[in-house]
């Protein structure tokens, strides 16, 4: 079992940018597949970039490709999630997920159904 924590949440301008953080629990930070979702005000849980076990592979959601980049630090049991050129309709709470359970080392995982791990999830607030 693994527990997450996210952080580096807030209110940024539009085009600013933001990195959240997430902390995995535990010592076996290499076995998870990682990512990050986001769920605005009235809407579904969105899948936003995963990252495999060892960090070769990464995914994005269309609408975060190019300003968005995910990376892990093993040695700090971590995964990032640099944001850049934010707009309004980057606003949402976003969550940390993991999985150790899909087989492979270089696998991502894009459905919320796939993962077992949830973080408590952090406020992003692009506004003017």
């Known amino acids: 079992q693994v527990q997450l924590v996210e952080s580096g949440g807030g209110l940024v301008q539009p085009g600013g940018s933001l990195r959240l953080s997430c902390t995995a629990s535990?010592?076996?930070?290499?076995?998870?597949?990682m990512a990050w979702f986001r769920q605005a005000p009235g809407k579904e849980r969105e899948f936003v970039s995963g990252?495999?076990?060892?960090?070769?592979?990464?995914k994005y959601g269309n609408s975060v490709k190019g300003r968005f980049t995910i990376s892990r630090d093993s040695a700090k049991n971590t995964v990032l999630l640099q944001m850049n050129s934010l707009n309004s309709e980057d606003t949402a709470v976003y969550y940390c997920?993991?999985?150790?359970?899909?087989?492979?080392?270089?696998?991502?995982?894009?459905?919320?159904?796939?993962?077992?791990?949830w973080g408590q999830g952090t406020q992003v607030t692009v506004s003017s």
């Open positions: 535990g010592r076996t930070f290499s076995r998870y597949v």
């Open positions: 997920a993991a999985d150790s359970g899909a087989s492979g080392p270089e696998v991502i995982l894009t459905s919320m159904s796939q993962y077992a791990y």
């Open positions: 990252i495999s076990r060892g960090g070769v592979i990464t």
